[in-house]
């Protein structure tokens, strides 16, 4: 069974404050027990308790990894600065996300990144009154609940469509994704934390079963 999830730790905002500071090996093996005790486990008991409303067809819980992928990068700090976690099927279909950083408790949820197939069917479906018109309506309402909208949009029109087509400031994203976060505070470290994120992604379900019936999973 697992442990249930009472917030993440005392200390976790100041880990990460550190790793800011100093984000180096040395850093991060003196204060690892830290990160496992205060910002790991906590995550992985969070998912835990909201796989149950939040996963089954939809996809399994994840927590990402703490290293970044250095290989292309200008910058060759070798962690990252937040731990977060999710739960979705596949990139791109809808995600249920949540995240801690020094700047607090983050959660998201929509089509981060989008593939080629997925982009054709995302189009496919804003063009469609109904399919676009029911996005168009979910968006504003996060936006009514406090939610940001964010997303790469292309300047010019997207080839095969109209520049005077009703939805086109939909049909130039190339991905779309609302977020909400709340800076660091009490609750971050209460079992209130589970209750905040739930009612967060209760907010995201009609945006997510939009993106996982219209946009799926990538084939290519």
């Known amino acids: 069974m697992s442990p249930s999830f009472d917030g993440f730790g005392e200390y976790a905002i100041d880990f990460y404050d550190g790793l800011v500071a100093d984000n180096s090996k040395t850093y991060w093996d003196a204060n690892k027990a830290t990160y496992e005790s205060d910002v790991h486990a906590p ?26 992928d250095v290989r292309f990068a200008k910058d060759k700090t070798p962690y990252k600065t937040n731990c977060g976690g999710v739960i979705e099927s596949g990139r791109g279909g809808g995600a249920y996300y949540v995240e801690v950083s020094p700047a607090g408790l983050r959660t998201g949820g929509g089509c981060f990144n989008l593939a080629a197939d997925q982009l054709a069917r995302f189009r496919t479906a804003v063009a469609e009154e109904i399919h676009g018109d029911r996005l168009r309506d979910i968006l504003a309402t996060l936006k009514r609940q406090g939610w940001e909208i964010h997303g790469e949009q292309l300047k010019s029109t997207p080839r095969g469509f109209a520049k005077d087509h009703p939805r086109i400031d939909l049909l130039r994203y190339r991905s779309v994704y609302a977020v909400r976060v709340w800076e660091p505070d009490d609750v971050l470290h209460e079992r209130e934390c589970l209750t905040r994120v739930r009612k967060a992604w209760r907010q995201l379900r009609p945006f997510n079963e939009w993106a996982f019936d219209h946009v799926g999973v990538s084939t290519s």
Do not use: H
């Open 43 to 68: 995550m992985k008991a969070l998912l835990a308790e909201l796989e149950k409303e939040f996963g089954g067809d939809f996809g399994a819980p994840k927590v990402f990894r703490p290293y970044r």
